[in-house]
């Protein structure tokens, strides 16, 4: 869960709210674990706030920060790339937020596996329904979308892994790399579509006004 705090860190400095954990990676066991990153450095001056949990009670305190965040805010759109157990009501949510993701097919098959399923009449597959226009690609990643629409930062994001990182995805508890990665993956779609939601919104908004004759009359007025 990515969050922008007003205090800037080292980048991924591990706040002093974290459990204090031997980092032994015992293969195929699952550890209790909350640990916040506090300061990780994105484009420009932004930071980020990312609590990765494995506890359903702190998960639930994290969603109930973001309800609060988001309560004046509709719709709202929030990365989340979480670890938590219980996100049953939060995925199923109607009104408050709009759910958007990534080519996430492999994801909601993960979810499905622990009874979990996002809402699909309030989801959005962000790499169906933007294009990137400097590519060439018939899908473009992440990372093209985010370099083309927030800032060039996002282009080398998926570079920071290789294969041997992704094999780490089960471990637990997580490695700091891979808590990063995955709230700058996280914060880049919701920033992302944000960002073209609201190109998009302004675009329809405008086309509206302008077939309103009401509108040039206004201006008219205004030269006059």
Same mark, same amino acid.
């Given at each position: 869960?990515?969050?922008?705090?007003?205090?800037?860190?080292?980048?991924?400095?591990?706040?002093?709210?974290?459990?204090?954990?031997?980092?032994?990676?015992?293969?195929?066991?699952?550890?209790?674990?909350?640990?916040?990153?506090e300061g990780v450095e994105v484009h420009g001056k932004e930071t980020l706030e990312i609590?990765?949990?494995?506890?359903?009670?702190?998960?639930?305190?994290?969603?109930?920060?973001?309800?609060?965040?988001?309560?004046?805010?509709?719709p709202s759109f929030i990365g989340v790339d979480v670890e938590p157990k219980r996100l049953?009501?939060?995925?199923?949510?109607?009104?408050?937020?709009?759910?958007? /993701?990534?080519?996430?097919?492999? *994801?909601?098959?993960?979810? =499905?596996?622990? !009874?979990?399923?996002?809402? @699909?009449? $309030?989801? %959005?597959?962000?790499?169906?329904?933007?294009?990137?226009?400097?590519?060439?690609?018939?899908?473009?990643?992440?990372?093209?979308?985010?370099?083309?629409?927030?800032?060039?930062?996002?282009? /080398?994001?998926?570079?920071?892994? *290789?294969?041997?990182?992704? =094999?780490?995805? !089960?471990?637990?508890?997580? @490695?700091? $790399?891979? %808590?990063?990665?995955?709230?700058?993956?996280?914060?880049?779609?919701?920033?992302?579509?944000?960002?073209?939601?609201?190109?998009?919104?302004?675009?329809?908004?405008?086309?509206?006004?302008?077939?309103?004759?009401?509108?040039?009359?206004?201006?008219?007025?205004?030269?006059?």
């Amino acid at each position: 869960m990515a969050e922008e705090p007003s205090a800037k860190r080292h980048h991924g400095e591990t706040s002093n709210k974290s459990s204090n954990l031997v980092d032994i990676h015992v293969p195929g066991e699952k550890r209790e674990y909350t640990k916040m990153l506090e300061g990780v450095e994105v484009h420009g001056k932004e930071t980020l706030e990312i609590v990765c949990t494995s506890l359903p009670d702190k998960a639930d305190e994290v969603m109930s920060r973001l309800r609060m965040k988001g309560g004046g805010l509709y719709p709202s759109f929030i990365g989340v790339d979480v670890e938590p157990k219980r996100l049953k009501d939060f995925l199923q949510e109607e009104k408050l937020y709009t759910f958007v /993701g990534f080519s996430i097919g492999s *994801d909601k098959r993960m979810l =499905k596996k622990s !009874g979990l399923e996002i809402n @699909p009449n $309030n989801f %959005i597959d962000m790499q169906r329904k933007w294009k990137d226009p400097k590519t060439t690609k018939y899908y473009d990643s992440l990372a093209d979308v985010a370099g083309g629409v927030i800032h060039p930062f996002y282009e /080398g994001m998926k570079k920071k892994m *290789d294969r041997a990182d992704h =094999k780490l995805w !089960g471990t637990s508890p997580l @490695p700091d $790399n891979l %808590i990063t990665y995955a709230g700058i993956d996280s914060y880049a779609m919701y920033k992302s579509w944000k960002t073209i939601d609201n190109i998009v919104t302004g675009w329809d908004i405008s086309k509206d006004q302008e077939a309103d004759p009401y509108y040039h009359c206004n201006f008219a007025d205004e030269d006059a």
